[in-house]
């Protein structure tokens, strides 16, 4: 009996303290991407315009508040630098515009600098002016939460990322989602004090 309720307590503990992204995440609806599992990164390895080495991997970083982060670390090599989110041919499932009009992207950029996403839809193939957005994106010395309304239409099949339109920009892309804003991993000290005490309890 009391190795039951050791064990209760232990899971209930772990349920309020793992990170939430990781409990946010599901396996269908629209995607979104964390950066927390590099595997995560064959998801985005059809790009233009920007440094291969840069997008091979997931870099840690930190914010200001010292909470690590799992990003993906956008190095431009040429104006219109893009990238496809899910690849140019996506691994994800056609999405209802209406039901997902907002893309939630947290970020930290070097420079200010004009952001495009533009998207192909269940009716029309082809990347164009005519289905895109333009958004600007302000440097700041922190990550920041972005919401781009979209306004799109019809059945999305899949989009791309415009990250500015310069050469040798760093951008640091904490999360993309279409569900909603999701939140930064705990600082790792205080995990592992929340940790201690959860040993000290059993």
Excluded: C
Aim: charged share 25%; proline share 6%; aromatic share 14%.
């Amino acid at each position: 009996m009391k190795l039951t309720f050791k064990f209760f307590l232990l899971f209930s503990l772990l349920l309020l303290f793992l990170p939430s992204t990781i409990l946010a995440r599901k396996d269908t609806g629209p995607p979104e991407w964390a950066f927390d599992d590099p595997m995560e990164l064959a998801d985005w390895r059809d790009f233009h315009n920007i440094d291969p080495a840069s997008v091979s991997t997931v870099t840690k970083v930190r914010d200001k508040n010292g909470f690590e982060r799992s990003v993906l670390r956008v190095v431009s090599i040429d104006d219109d630098p893009y990238i496809y989110p899910g690849g140019s041919v996506p691994s994800w499932e056609p999405f209802d515009a209406y039901d997902y009009p907002t893309i939630y992207i947290g970020v930290r950029v070097q420079e200010t600098d004009i952001w495009r996403v533009d998207y192909v839809t269940s009716t029309d193939g082809l990347y164009n002016e005519e289905k895109s957005q333009t958004f600007r994106v302000e440097a700041e010395d922190d990550f920041v939460d972005l919401e781009f309304k979209m306004h799109w239409q019809y059945m999305v099949k899949g989009f791309r990322i415009h990250t500015g339109t310069n050469r040798n920009i760093v951008s640091e892309i904490d999360y993309v989602s279409l569900r909603g804003p999701m939140r930064v991993t705990q600082n790792p000290k205080r995990l592992a004090t929340t940790w201690g005490r959860i040993k000290d309890l059993l």
